[in-house]
């Protein structure tokens, strides 16, 4: 990932300079110059309509329609394994699309439409001729957190790494702009947006896109054969109260955007059930998410289980294969550890629809209105069920949102007299999937939680 960076003529800098903001095709003159809402406002015109949301059964992402006969890329980490995911198009319509290629290195996957409209949008990816320079302005378009389609963030290409062919910027990334567009001034691709850098603050987010060199180069070796689907191998079955099962990451295993790697396992479980989930180790920094039959995720642990050992103690929602994804928290880091799925009776659990611990801190979203950092759960409620919702925390001020769902804000809680704990209750208006919203009051907030959904009888 090499970028030519060639001198410029000492008569050219101005010019060159208005040609980054102005865009290519505006001549240079007082009258022709746009201010920046005007550029923010013409790219977002030209580039919007041909971004996507794209849905595999657990991620979701972004993408830029590259072809008007429905090829899409993305990031590989949105799409995983998935032979086809969801795509949505700006307009709203839904498509299912094939995944016709997949690299883990460049993280980036190509996608095609099924039965595509006609006259699809296009972005255009920027001719090689084109330098990418430091201190140009950068423009995201994506659907951060899955929910917010259409989302225009915008900043300055802050750096260039030329030894993995990543274009930095400090135009505002989050969970869910992945696979998504890098613009320039003039609408074109400069990049696929692929990770996000935070410290353990928080305060420090920098975005990283693969450079359009390298796409260029995925999309030649998929033509050519070069690259094609990942192997597709059997997921380890665990059994509730079986042995302890010891297993090893290494560096075959697949890697998340931040390089640390993980595996997945599968597991029969049945409504009301509940179980503990321990995940040891002596080498690596265990880390556990776990899905529900239906890909949503519903509980995630990092230390709960002493020292750095995961643990999660959840009550199962539903009948059906539930999905565990277990990761060496540290990028790089491989070592044995030893996981087991029990079954408890532990009254704590007893009514529970939801029992999480968590971490706000480098992981969590950013709350667009004031930057403080929240997690995003869910739960299955049924309409008439009366619930109590409890998020408590002695590192930071709690605060707490419910979101219905058809997406509206139901309740919210300060956290107030306290300052400990935040609850809510309520009879539930309607059966479905209701969000929570785990956040600090203060954009300063920071540290360990415990939010539980409990039925009230």
Known sequence: MLFALHPIPRGWVSALALAVILGRGFPVGAQARETDEQVNIRVYRLASPAVVSV????????????????????????????????????????FTAQVTAVSRNPDLALLRLNNPPAHLPTISIAPVGKPV???????????????????????????????????????????????????????????????????????????????????????????????????????????????????????????LPDGSYFQIYEFQGQAGQNVVIEMNSQQVDPYMILFDPQ??????????????????????????????????????????????????NDPKLTGILLQQSGILGADSQVMPRDGSLFDLLSFEGKSGQVVQITLTSSDFHPYLILYSPDQRVLQKHNGLPDRRSAVIKLRLPTTGIYRVVANSFTPQGRGRYELIVREVR
């Open 295 to 344: 890909g949503r995720q519903i509980a995630d642990d990092d230390d709960s289980g002493g020292g750095k050992n995961a643990l999660i103690r959840t009550r199962l929602p539903l009948t059906g294969t539930y999905t565990l994804y277990v990761n060496s928290y540290e990028a790089g880091k491989i070592g044995s550890y030893t996981l087991a799925i029990r079954s408890t």
């Open 55 to 94: 849905r595999s059964p657990h991620s979701t992402g972004s993408g830029t329609i590259i072809d008007p006969a429905g090829l899409i890329v993305t990031n590989g980490h949105v799409v995983g394994r998935s032979r086809t995911v969801e795509v949505t198009l700006a307009d709203g319509r839904k």
């Open 133 to 255: 320079l430091v201190g140009q302005r950068a423009f995201a378009i994506g659907d951060p957190f899955g929910r917010f389609a259409g989302t225009l963030t915008t900043g300055i290409v802050s750096r260039l790494d030329q030894t993995q062919q990543l274009i930095q910027t400090d135009a505002l990334l989050n969970p869910g702009n992945s696979g998504g567009p890098l613009l320039n001034s003039d609408g074109e691709l400069i990049g696929v947006n692929t990770a996000v850098f935070a410290d353990g603050t928080g305060n420090v987010r920098l975005g990283f896109a693969i450079s359009s060199d390298r796409l260029r180069q995925f999309l030649a070796d998929v033509q050519a054969g070069r690259v094609g689907l990942w192997e597709s191998t059997p997921t380890p079955q665990l059994q509730i109260n079986a042995p302890k099962l010891t297993a090893s990451f290494s560096h075959r295993d697949e890697t």
